[in-house]
């Protein structure tokens, strides 16, 4: 709420609404219920018509799908349909930016990874196959939906890290996390007997995204996360780019790790998880609880940076350019002070009319919510060390007694990769986990 959601060109700036709304279903509070759906309601008819179609920059599909998966969090949150028939109605849209082979397009460039356009389609998905138990419309829905996903992932394992992205055709931090993001979220959907060759193509762009993914520094304030370019000039208005490590697009590596994880059952990949995640949100200090932008990982840059010019309202769309030295340092936001006039739509970035696109930070706070939140681990290695996460363990005898660190946490996953079954005692009711096997427990 402090750091202002804005209707804009770019979903960077209004994607704090993922945490405000996703904090609801855990920590309901009111007034700030009310306060956040205010604010939906003022920007979302500022970038959407009355059927639910983009009403400016179309093209930006990645816009779309991250507004349908929105609209799907709040239809969890709310129960009310409306905003789930909304969603879907974005789906549909977006299937028309799709083309013969699969890819979702923005005009001619590939785009299915700019963001995460088919992770979208299967968060709608989840919500409409519930529905579609019980209800031939949303049995429709949901297969035309799936259908759809089915050739965007088959599409990106044939091409693997042979496509395109915006911005520079390099091997670019988000096309390779984006893309085994998606590919391994897939697998976990199709029966067991269908899984192995999405699980091999996620695996081959995670290794290979391993060269951006900071796996081997020592500071714990860059440890996993990504690295990103650009970004600085979209989000900040500063002159100059920099290196930035976390950055909120530094959790799109973590969703794949965790969709990995329980596909294989790697202990490398939940200890990755937590590292990561462990490092992208320190983005908030934990001294003040002030939320910051990124992280500069590089030592020194003679930058130009946006900052409020004292002299002017704050609703005056006004910031000013200041000469600083900047390096291995957290970035504040801008969006505190750099705000839009009300009920006036702004560009992301270039008219400095109060847009910009510094709330991207919030992807690590919806990543958070989806797999550490309500989620506790505990892995049992070869060599019988027992590894926690999200939890604590106690042992009774034989009996491995698990106690989540939150009364929130709904499900614990066992995995045990030693040579013998393990007692596991969850809640007073005891399980066996055989060797070499991965349990969920859902309670």
Avoid at 61 to 90: E, G, P, R, W
Wanted: hydrophobic fraction near 35%; glycine fraction near 4%; proline fraction near 3%.
């Amino acid at each position: 709420m402090e750091q202002e959601q804005k209707g804009s060109s770019h979903t960077e700036s209004w994607y704090g609404l993922f945490s405000a709304f996703l904090a609801q279903k855990y920590f309901p509070n009111e007034d700030l219920q009310k306060k956040t759906m205010d604010k939906f309601n003022e920007i979302y008819p500022l970038m959407y018509d009355k059927d639910d179609l983009p009403t400016r920059f179309a093209t930006r599909i990645q816009n779309s799908a991250c507004m349908a998966s929105l609209l799907t969090d709040m239809y969890q949150l709310t129960s009310d349909t409306s905003y789930l028939v909304k969603a879907s109605k974005i789906c549909d849209f977006l299937m028309k930016n799709q083309d013969e082979t699969g890819a979702y397009k923005n005009r001619l460039i590939h785009y299915t990874s700019v963001i995460y356009i088919a992770k979208s389609f299967m968060e709608v998905c989840e919500a409409e196959k519930k529905l579609a138990e019980t209800s031939a419309i949303w049995k429709s829905r949901y297969q035309k939906h799936f259908e759809s996903v089915t050739r965007a992932i088959d599409e990106l394992v044939l091409h693997k890290d042979d496509i395109q992205t915006e911005g520079e055709m390099t091997y670019e931090d988000g096309m390779i996390s984006c893309s085994y993001t998606q590919i391994s979220m897939y697998a976990l959907l199709v029966p067991e007997n269908q899984r192995q060759k999405y699980i091999d193509a996620a695996e081959y762009l995670r290794k290979g995204h391993r060269s951006l993914s900071q796996l081997i520094i020592p500071d714990s304030r860059m440890n996993g996360g990504s690295l990103r370019y650009w970004e600085s000039q979209y989000d900040i208005l500063s002159i100059y780019n920099l290196m930035s490590s976390p950055h909120g697009w530094s959790a799109w590596r973590v969703y794949g790790l965790w969709y990995l994880y329980q596909l294989s059952g790697n202990p490398e990949l939940i200890e990755q998880v937590y590292n990561a995640l462990g490092t992208d949100v320190q983005v908030i200090d934990e001294n003040t609880g002030k939320l910051r932008w990124a992280f500069c990982v590089d030592p020194y840059i003679n930058d130009t940076i946006f900052v409020k010019d004292p002299s002017v309202n704050i609703r005056e769309n006004r910031g000013m350019l200041k000469d600083t030295i900047i390096g291995e340092q957290y970035i504040d936001m801008i969006s505190g002070w750099y705000k839009a006039k009300l009920n006036t739509w702004v560009t992301g970035y270039w008219e400095r009319d109060g847009g910009c696109c510094d709330n991207d930070v919030h992807e690590i706070f919806k990543c958070l919510e989806e797999i550490v939140l309500t989620n506790s681990c505990v892995v049992k290695l070869p060599d019988n060390e027992i590894k926690t996460y999200n939890c604590n363990i106690n042992l009774n005898g034989k009996v491995l007694i698990v106690q989540p660190a939150e009364n929130i946490v709904k499900n614990i996953n066992i995995n045990n990769q030693s040579d013998k079954e393990l007692q596991v005692s969850i809640s007073n009711k005891t399980v066996t986990v055989p060797a070499k096997t991965m349990m969920n427990f859902n309670y």
